[in-house]
């Protein structure tokens, strides 16, 4: 019996030593694991830089641009890209302290080269819209136009945007003066910006463009002998501004910071003259 209760503790003492081991080795493997998470934690890819910092960073700012939308984006009779919103935006890069990069794209691409961040500004004499405010975030405006109606001079059956049901309109396809043309009841002929439709205006295949009051002030002054004419207009203005995807907040408060120094220092009534002679942000 003595023999037996020896072996019976032996057993016991056996299997109580085992347990406590393999309680041991499970906390042993847990405290590595709680390690390897904080190691984890510690080296884990920091918050990205915002979008101002990530513009000085790199010492430029992407600028989507037309190129073909004078007066505001187009090259000069040497090939050089100028315009009012070019300057507008040279200007705004210099007081950022980058240098200026334009991306030249189509108007119909311009918003998706945008999605695609092939750019971190527009500036392209887009107009502010609802609908766009929805996807996009928007600089303060830095000018003020009308969308008139420009026919051909010898044109007697439009006078009115009401005239237009029926009518041959050219127009950008996602321009919100197309929405104008449309809503009147126009057919819409595609074109790629303000120049094509005057030329096929003046070559007789279209009837009437909707377009920027401002593009047509400045056109009649390069070329005051073009057969065309202004015969209504929209009595509200639509405001332009810098567009940027949304979650840009510093980048678009610096563009607008810097718009609003030009303003006070005179910079931006002297661009402003130079292509329309006179302040166009009111």
């Known amino acids: 019996m003595k023999k037996f209760s020896l072996m019976i503790l032996f057993v016991l003492t056996v299997v109580l030593v085992a347990a406590c081991g393999n309680n041991a080795n499970n906390n042993t493997t847990a405290e590595p694991s709680a390690a390897a998470n904080e190691g984890a934690a510690a080296t884990a890819a920091p918050a990205e830089s915002n979008s101002l910092e990530a513009v000085k960073a790199s010492g430029k700012l992407r600028i989507g ?54 750019f971190d500004v527009i500036f392209n004499e887009v107009s502010i819209t609802e609908d766009r405010k929805a996807k996009y975030d928007f600089s303060d405006p830095y000018i003020v136009s009308k969308a008139v109606l420009i026919v051909s001079e010898d044109n007697q059956d439009i006078k009115t945007f009401a005239d237009l049901k029926g009518k041959k309109a050219g127009q950008s396809l996602t321009s919100n003066l197309s929405d104008i043309a449309r809503e009147n009841g ?26 920027d009051g ?24 639509s405001q332009s501004a810098a567009v940027f995807l949304k979650g840009n907040d510093e980048l678009v408060k610096a563009v607008s910071d810097a718009l609003a120094e030009m303003k006070s220092d005179g910079t931006y009534l002297k661009i402003s003259e130079k292509y329309f002679g006179e302040d166009v942000s009111k």
């Open 65 to 118: 641009t037309e190129g073909t939308y004078a007066p505001f984006t187009f090259h000069d009779s040497d090939g050089k890209l100028t315009g009012f919103d070019v300057e507008i935006a040279r200007e705004v890069s210099k007081r950022l302290g980058v240098e200026p990069e334009f991306i030249e794209t189509q108007w119909d691409g311009i918003f998706a080269g945008m999605d695609a961040k092939r």
């Open 214 to 237: 401002l593009s047509f002030l400045d056109l009649k002054k390069q070329k005051p002998d073009v057969k065309i004419k202004k015969v209504d207009e929209i009595a509200e203005g």
């Open 186 to 211: 126009a057919e819409i002929v595609a074109t790629e910006g303000f120049n094509q439709a005057i030329d096929l205006l003046t070559s007789g295949r279209i009837d009437a463009t909707v377009n």
